[in-house]
């Protein structure tokens, strides 16, 4: 079924901050001891990314070693804390005009799933792709399952969960929002694709026309 469908990226485009950094200084203030004690383990592995003896995904997992420290609960208070607060109120008015015209809202990062997924349980996505992370015993890993969800790989998820759920991007009728140009290829997928300010998420030039 070909459906009109919105395609956004979350951090720096719906919301103005690099959700990463709010969650570590977060871990710093709620999780103060556990979070201090991991600094060190945090620092070396970030140093080794610096000299290029490790990749930005083994960085990355360590800047979140603070995430086993958070039940679900914790990780929608900061979501509640923090995300929910930041959202740009431009974006605010994309996402409800789409939904008012019932195309489907497809939010997708770089971020983890593990706390992004709040976008569906508020009703602002119908979807939700980000990083995934080991889950186990009520807790989640500082471990990605699969690839960091960035570039190609947004691609790759986004045509895999319209796959499960039957539909075809009308490419016409799409929108997709971002403030980088390594979301090109998500931006690819729909004729009116958008960059937006890093700063408040008002378009600042059409990629697609």
């Known amino acids: 079924m070909k459906k009109s469908v919105l395609l956004l990226d979350v951090d720096y485009t719906v919301i103005n901050t690099d959700s990463m950094i709010d969650f570590f200084i977060y871990s710093l203030k709620n999780k103060t001891f556990k979070t201090i004690i991991k600094l060190p383990y945090i620092i070396f592995i970030l140093f ?3 000299i290029r003896m490790i990749p930005l995904k083994k960085a990355k997992e360590a800047i979140f070693y603070p995430i086993v420290d958070f039940s679900e609960e914790d990780l929608k208070k900061f979501f509640d804390d923090c995300i929910m607060k930041k ?15 019932d195309n ?17 349980y508020y009703g602002l996505a119908d979807e939700v792709i980000g990083t995934e992370f080991f889950y186990e015993n009520s807790r989640y890993k500082n471990q990605f399952i699969g690839e960091n969800c960035k570039g190609i790989e947004k691609v790759k998820r986004i045509k ?5 759920l039957g539909i075809e ?41």
């Not at 016409?172 to 890093?198: C, G, I, Q």
């Open 160 to 164: 895999a969960v319209l796959g499960k």
């Open 87 to 101: 959202i740009n109120e431009s974006m605010k008015k994309v996402i409800y005009k789409n939904k008012e015209e």
């Open 48 to 50: 080794m990314y610096l």
């Open 169 to 209: 991007i009308d490419y016409e009728n799409s929108y997709a929002y971002s403030d980088s140009k390594s979301d090109l290829p998500m931006l690819s997928l729909t004729k009116n694709a958008f960059l937006v300010s890093k700063k408040d998420g008002e378009v600042i030039e059409q990629i697609n026309s």
């Open 104 to 120: 489907v809202i497809i939010m997708i990062t770089a971020s983890p799933y593990a706390y992004m997924k709040y976008f569906k």
